[in-house]
């Protein structure tokens, strides 16, 4: 009689454990994955705030292009000359982009690869007309050199929008 009267009396304070051991596994469940999902969601916010940058930077270098490119023409075809860039507080937009797809998107590293080989192309050989004067030069030397940054323009004006659309289909992946 005694052992199921001393059961009996265990029987309250087994279930009041057994509950609160329920209760604790529940609320630690419920607790580690609505941490792991507010993580996931700050990490997808982040990285989409980084390819919203990128995108960006691509507009800005693709108008400062622009702008190089029509002065690039300007200066072979009506012999004016170029005027220098100005100075601009915090890293050229291809510095960012570049820190940027190095530090968080090495799987873009191809098309950042073709953007800066078709800027450094483009950038070295305006530079090498810097001082040109075109007045003297002969009408085949200007049209040949027209063609020549048409080329390399277009071939930036390309390689801007690859990278752009791997951005884009990064972000709706």
């Known amino acids: 009689m005694e052992s199921s009267s001393v059961i009996n009396q265990w029987i309250p304070v087994i279930g009041t454990l057994g509950g609160a051991l329920l209760g604790f596994i529940a609320m630690f469940t419920t607790a580690f994955f609505k941490q792991r999902s507010e993580h996931n969601k700050a990490e997808q916010d982040r990285t989409r705030a980084r390819l919203e940058r990128i995108y960006e930077l691509l507009i800005i270098i693709n108008q400062e292009m622009g702008t190089s490119f029509a002065q690039a023409l300007s200066a072979v075809k ?96």
């Open 78 to 173: 009506n012999s004016r000359p170029m005027e220098p860039r100005e100075r601009r507080v915090g890293p050229a937009p291809l510095i960012e982009l570049e820190m940027l797809i190095n530090l968080y998107f090495s799987d873009l590293g191809n098309e950042r690869k073709k953007l800066l080989e078709s800027v450094g192309a483009f950038e070295m050989k305006r530079y090498s007309i810097l001082h040109t004067d075109f007045k003297k030069e002969s009408s085949e030397t200007k049209d040949s050199l027209t063609k020549l940054f048409v080329h390399l323009n277009a071939d930036v004006r390309e390689s801007i929008e690859d990278l752009k659309q791997s951005v884009v289909n990064r972000v709706i992946s």
